[in-house]
């Protein structure tokens, strides 16, 4: 789940009722602990880490649910996505970014 404003926080609650493995992927660690209690198992900081390459190390994500407003952060977890993964986009404000 990329982003953890907005709809991010909805993401994460849905992804987690469901039954899945949550990781959240967000910009610094003032998100964290939020993340944890909407649900999230993991966090993952974009700012801090290359959050594609730690989607790795957990094997890749089946599913990643791009919420942020960048297309440039978005396509940066592309990486991330484990074998017939699938990148899920939400509109973004501003394709430049």
Known sequence: MQGVGG????????????GYRVAAIGRGAANAALAKKLGAHIYIDSAATDAAAE?????GARAIVATAPS?????????????????????????SR
């Open 7 to 18: 709809l991010g926080h909805l993401g994460i609650q849905f992804a987690q009722k469901f």
């Open 55 to 59: 989607l790795q190390k957990l094997s």
């Open 71 to 95: 297309s440039k952060a978005m396509s940066a977890l592309v990486d991330g996505l484990g074998a017939n993964g699938r990148l899920v986009v939400g509109a973004t404000m501003d394709p």
